[in-house]
C-alpha cells in the first residue's frame, strides 16, 4: 500500500523505417572505400574529360601534296593559311598516310592543266572538311571571286561546350550507379550473410526494408550531385540556365527510379556474381545508347524508340533541357511521366518478388 510506484521512462516509439534508414547511413560513412566511390571518383572522372575535352584551338588539316611540277605552288598557297600543314610526298607515300590517317587529305596536280584532283575518305568528317577547306583556297587563288560577301561572327559561351554536355549525362550515370549497386549489390550481400533472415523475426515488413534502401541512397546522393555541381561550375563554368527547385526535383526522381531498378535487380539473386551479371546486363545498354557522353542521335532511326524508351535517356534528355536550355516542367513532362513508370512499376515488382530467405 506504501509502496510508491514510479512511472516507467518514456521510450521511443520504434520505427523499422527509420532504424533501417539510420543503420544504411552508419555503415555507408564507417567505409572510407565507400565514401571515395561515391563522392571522389564522380569528380575525378569530370575532371579528367573535362581537360581531355577542353576548348582548343582548332586542330591543324594536314595535307599532303603529290609530288610533281606544280607541287611548289600549290604547298606556296596553302601554306599561306595557318590551318593548314602542308607536305609533299610521292603518289605511294600520299596514299599511305591518307590510308592510315596520317593525312586528311592529298592533292593530285594535273600539270597538263589546270586541274586538281582531291584523294579523301568521305566517311570521315574531318577528311570531307580538309577537301572543302583546300578547295576553297586553291579556286581563290586561281581568280574566283564570291558573289556574296561574308561575315564571320566566332562566339564562344558556356552551354555550347563539350563539357556542358558532358556534366548532365555524368549526374544520370552516377545516381544509376549508385541506384544499382548501391542497393542491388547491398541486398545481395545481405543475403548471403543471412542477415535478412532476422529480419523475420523484428517487426520490419518489405515495405519498410525496401523503402529504408530507398531513403538511404537518396541520402548519399545530396552532397554526390552538389559535389559535381559544385565542381563544374567552379572549375570548367558549367552554368544551370533552369530552375534548380525542377533540377532538384528531377535528380530525386531519377535517384528513386533507379533505386526501384536496383530492388528490382536484387529481389531474387542469391550471389554477388549473378546480380553483378545482371546489373551489367541492365547497365550496358544505357552507359552505350543514352547520351552520356554523345548524343544519342547518333544511332539509327530503327534504334530510336529502343533507345528512347530507356530510364536513363529520359533523365538525361531532362537533365539537359534544364540545365542547359532552361527548360520547364511541361517541356520534360513525357520524360518525367516515363521515369515515374520505372520507378513505379520497378518498386512494386520488386515488392512482389523479394523474399527474405531466398
Not at 598557297?77 to 590551318?83: A, M
Given at each position: 500500500?506504501?509502496?510508491?510506484?514510479?512511472?516507467?521512462?518514456?521510450?521511443?516509439?520504434?520505427?523499422?523505417?527509420r532504424?533501417?534508414?539510420?543503420v544504411?547511413?552508419r555503415?555507408?560513412?564507417?567505409?572510407?572505400?565507400?565514401?571515395?566511390?561515391?563522392?571522389g571518383?564522380?569528380?575525378?572522372?569530370?575532371?579528367?574529360?573535362?581537360?581531355?575535352?577542353?576548348?582548343r584551338?582548332?586542330?591543324k588539316?594536314?595535307?599532303?601534296?603529290?609530288a610533281?611540277?606544280?607541287?611548289?605552288?600549290?604547298?606556296?598557297?596553302?601554306?599561306?593559311?595557318?590551318?593548314?600543314?602542308?607536305?609533299?610526298?610521292?603518289?605511294?607515300?600520299?596514299?599511305?598516310?591518307?590510308?592510315?590517317?596520317r593525312?586528311?587529305?592529298f592533292?593530285?596536280?594535273?600539270?597538263?592543266?589546270?586541274?586538281?584532283?582531291?584523294?579523301?575518305?568521305?566517311?570521315?568528317?574531318?577528311?570531307?572538311?580538309?577537301r572543302?577547306?583546300?578547295?576553297?583556297?586553291?579556286?581563290?587563288?586561281?581568280?574566283?571571286?564570291?558573289?556574296?560577301a561574308?561575315?564571320?561572327?566566332?562566339?564562344?559561351?558556356?552551354?555550347?561546350?563539350?563539357?556542358?554536355?558532358?556534366?548532365?549525362?555524368?549526374?544520370?550515370?552516377?545516381?544509376?550507379g549508385?541506384?544499382?549497386?548501391?542497393?542491388?549489390?547491398?541486398?545481395?550481400?545481405?543475403?548471403i550473410?543471412?542477415?535478412?533472415?532476422?529480419?523475420?523475426a523484428?517487426?520490419?515488413?518489405?515495405?519498410?526494408?525496401?523503402?529504408?534502401?530507398?531513403?538511404?541512397?537518396?541520402?548519399?546522393m545530396?552532397?554526390?550531385?552538389?559535389?559535381?555541381?559544385?565542381?563544374?561550375?567552379?572549375?570548367?563554368?558549367?552554368?544551370?540556365?533552369?530552375?534548380?527547385?525542377?533540377?532538384?526535383?528531377?535528380?530525386?526522381?531519377?535517384?528513386?527510379?533507379?533505386?526501384?531498378?536496383?530492388?528490382?535487380?536484387a529481389?531474387?539473386?542469391?550471389?554477388l556474381?549473378?546480380?553483378?551479371?545482371?546489373?551489367?546486363?541492365?547497365?550496358l545498354?544505357?552507359?552505350?545508347?543514352?547520351g552520356?557522353?554523345?548524343?544519342?542521335?547518333?544511332?539509327?532511326?530503327?534504334?530510336?524508340?529502343?533507345?528512347?524508351?530507356?530510364?536513363?535517356?529520359a533523365?538525361?534528355?531532362a537533365?539537359?533541357?534544364?540545365m542547359?536550355?532552361?527548360?520547364?516542367?511541361m517541356?520534360?513532362?513525357?520524360?518525367?511521366?516515363?521515369?515515374l513508370?520505372?520507378?513505379?512499376g520497378?518498386?512494386?515488382?520488386a515488392?512482389?518478388?523479394?523474399?527474405?530467405?531466398?
Amino acid at each position: 500500500m506504501n509502496q510508491l510506484h514510479t512511472p516507467s521512462p518514456k521510450t521511443r516509439r520504434y520505427s523499422p523505417l527509420r532504424e533501417m534508414v539510420l543503420v544504411r547511413l552508419r555503415e555507408f560513412y564507417r567505409e572510407p572505400e565507400a565514401v571515395f566511390w561515391v563522392y571522389g571518383f564522380p569528380v575525378i572522372m569530370m575532371a579528367a574529360l573535362g581537360i581531355a575535352f577542353r576548348d582548343r584551338p582548332i586542330e591543324k588539316i594536314s595535307v599532303d601534296v603529290q609530288a610533281g611540277s606544280d607541287a611548289e605552288q600549290v604547298v606556296e598557297v596553302l601554306s599561306q593559311e595557318e590551318v593548314f600543314e602542308v607536305a609533299v610526298h610521292n603518289e605511294a607515300v600520299c596514299r599511305r598516310r591518307l590510308r592510315i590517317g596520317r593525312s586528311d587529305l592529298f592533292v593530285e596536280v594535273d600539270g597538263s592543266s589546270p586541274r586538281f584532283r582531291y584523294h579523301f575518305d568521305p566517311t570521315k568528317p574531318g577528311s570531307l572538311v580538309a577537301r572543302n577547306a583546300v578547295n576553297d583556297v586553291l579556286q581563290r587563288d586561281s581568280g574566283r571571286e564570291d558573289a556574296v560577301a561574308v561575315e564571320n561572327v566566332e562566339k564562344q559561351e558556356p552551354g555550347g561546350r563539350y563539357i556542358d554536355f558532358l556534366v548532365p549525362g555524368l549526374l544520370g550515370m552516377g545516381l544509376m550507379g549508385g541506384g544499382l549497386w548501391g542497393i542491388g549489390f547491398v541486398t545481395v550481400d545481405l543475403r548471403i550473410r543471412r542477415l535478412l533472415k532476422r529480419f523475420l523475426a523484428t517487426p520490419m515488413r518489405k515495405t519498410d526494408f525496401l523503402a529504408g534502401l530507398m531513403i538511404s541512397r537518396m541520402a548519399f546522393m545530396v552532397p554526390e550531385v552538389l559535389t559535381m555541381l559544385f565542381f563544374g561550375w567552379l572549375v570548367f563554368g558549367v552554368k544551370i540556365e533552369g530552375s534548380l527547385l525542377l533540377l532538384t526535383a528531377l535528380i530525386l526522381l531519377g535517384a528513386t527510379m533507379f533505386a526501384g531498378i536496383g530492388l528490382l535487380v536484387a529481389s531474387r539473386a542469391r550471389t554477388l556474381e549473378a546480380v553483378s551479371g545482371i546489373m551489367n546486363l541492365v547497365m550496358l545498354p544505357m552507359w552505350v545508347m543514352s547520351g552520356i557522353f554523345f548524343s544519342t542521335d547518333r544511332f539509327p532511326d530503327a534504334a530510336q524508340p529502343f533507345i528512347q524508351a530507356l530510364p536513363l535517356t529520359a533523365l538525361n534528355d531532362a537533365l539537359r533541357a534544364v540545365m542547359l536550355e532552361g527548360s520547364g516542367p511541361m517541356v520534360i513532362a513525357a520524360e518525367c511521366m516515363l521515369m515515374l513508370a520505372w520507378a513505379a512499376g520497378s518498386f512494386l515488382l520488386a515488392l512482389k518478388w523479394f523474399r527474405w530467405d531466398n
